[in-house]
């Protein structure tokens, strides 16, 4: 396998990266994380300068086209800042729904802007009882003339809160764990029978829950042909583990090399705490972690676009589960390691560890991808 | 918190000024779980950490 980055992959990741560490130091995201939307529209707005808004957005809509690699390339470097702006709502999810749903109209009318930076929208899928599963849907769309009617509950939904549109998923047909059935709805938050209830999540981000009742949709506003969204929703679920395994991988770095500079600079007992043999094998420990998480995140964004299903499914599984593991691993060690002071928000550490432990609880946690990985083996 | 699932992640920051982001959504245990586990983290340090407390079982125990 050539794990050699292209000149302009290269070039992406060198400027994301050094963009982040000029303009998104630690005080400046503390600032940001303290204020009332909890992002920054200016951050945002840099980013689309730089076209980073656009990396899943095809040319002709104003992206640049990329593709899992370089979405991996980015949010390596989104992890090592711990980027609070909605990217992976908006700039991931979003744009992999549209691209692979085949509606040329919605495209043609969202991705550009997405592009620009000028509209956040936001994928309402998941439910109170998902607990991993993609296809557990009870939201219910009815048709009626020329509208729908939507009733259900959307919970945890990422960046649900600031969305200037709602992609919502609703079921038009079938039984609650179908996959036909599946259709998803362009959303106003503001439409009478949407009630958002929005809050700040452990690590900071922000997230919505969003009751739907009775909500009238115009017929024009279903994405994509009826009840067939359930493979565009796999795809960009599939990119947004990809992604989020790459987020974790730029975390993961950053509190190792923070870990060993702090070890190294800490004394006690008369000496650097980096000394004592104990701690030396406990940071190898979490060296380990992190490269094998490096390696399945390599593995996860080449495999995303696999055409077999079960080939995809088992190394995106596998790698949210290493990257679980490796993730509570080495945040909890880090934490270890500072000392309780770790855990206080002075330190970025602590704001590493909480990240990583909510990468592990979304899109499926460490149990269900082992869950997943077993049936894709054909062993379950 | 993996019991709970995504529930676990809604953070309420008490300390916070009112009437922000004030509803609780989701069961009623799943909202104090984050915060319980951010803040017994220090269990394993405080109080002598576990590196000090297995120093001391080979000493004082083992006799090493």
Redo the contacts between chains.
């Keep these: 396998m050539d794990f050699k980055f292209s000149e302009e992959q290269r070039l992406l990741a060198d400027t994301v990266q050094r963009f982040l560490r000029a303009h998104y130091s630690f005080e400046k995201r503390r600032a940001i994380l303290d204020s009332r939307e909890g992002w920054s529209r200016e951050i945002w707005r840099a980013l689309a300068g730089l076209g980073v808004t656009g990396v899943n957005i095809p040319e002709a809509h104003g992206g640049l086209g990329g593709g899992p690699v370089e979405t991996m390339l980015v949010m390596n470097a989104l992890g090592e800042a711990l980027l609070l702006e909605p990217y992976l709502a908006a700039a991931v999810i979003t744009p992999a729904l549209l691209t692979r749903i085949g509606d040329e109209k919605a495209s043609a009318e969202l991705l550009p802007d997405i592009a620009a930076g000028e509209r956040i929208v936001a994928l309402a899928h998941?439910e109170?009882h998902?607990?991993?599963e993609l296809d557990h849907l009870t939201t219910s769309a009815r048709k009626s003339g020329d509208h729908y009617v939507l009733d259900g509950y959307k919970?945890?939904i990422i960046h649900g809160d600031c969305a200037d549109e709602l992609l919502v998923t609703a079921r038009t047909s079938g039984q609650m764990n179908d996959k036909s059935g599946v259709s998803v709805f362009r959303v106003d938050p503001r439409a009478a029978g949407v009630r958002i209830?929005?809050?700040?999540?452990?690590?900071g981000q922000r997230?919505a829950?969003i009751e739907l009742k009775g909500v009238k949709i115009a017929a024009d506003r279903l994405v994509g042909a009826e009840g067939e969204a359930y493979p565009a929703l796999e795809s960009a679920h599939d990119l947004a583990l990809s992604a989020i395994c790459a987020e974790a991988v730029g975390i993961m770095k950053a509190v190792n090399a923070a870990t060993l500079d702090y070890t190294k600079n800490r004394k006690q007992f008369g000496q650097p705490i980096a000394s004592?043999q104990?701690?030396q094998h406990r940071m190898a420990d979490m060296f380990l972690h992190s490269e094998q998480a490096v390696s399945m995140s390599y593995l996860a964004a080449i495999r995303c676009v696999e055409p077999d299903p079960l080939v995809r499914r088992r190394a995106l599984s596998a790698a949210k589960v290493v990257i679980g593991q490796a993730g509570r691993f080495i945040g909890?060690q880090a934490?270890?390691l500072h000392?309780?002071m770790g855990?206080t928000d002075e330190l970025m550490v602590?704001h590493y560890?909480?990240r990583l432990?909510?990468i592990d609880?979304?899109f499926g946690?460490?149990?269900f991808h082992t869950q997943q990985f077993t049936a894709a083996s054909g062993a379950g | 918190m993996y019991a709970v699932g995504h529930y676990a992640l809604p953070f309420y920051r008490a300390s916070r000024e009112e009437g922000d982001l004030a509803s609780v959504v989701g069961p009623e245990y799943a909202a104090p779980l984050a915060a319980a586990y951010c803040n017994l983290r220090k269990t394993s340090i405080y109080g002598g950490s576990n590196e000090i407390q297995r120093n001391i079982i080979s000493q004082m125990i083992l006799g090493l």
């Design positions: 998941q109170p998902t607990r991993g919970s945890v209830t929005a809050y700040a999540t452990l690590d997230g829950d004592f104990v701690l909890q934490i270890q000392g309780g855990m602590s560890f909480k432990t909510a609880l979304t946690d460490t149990d």
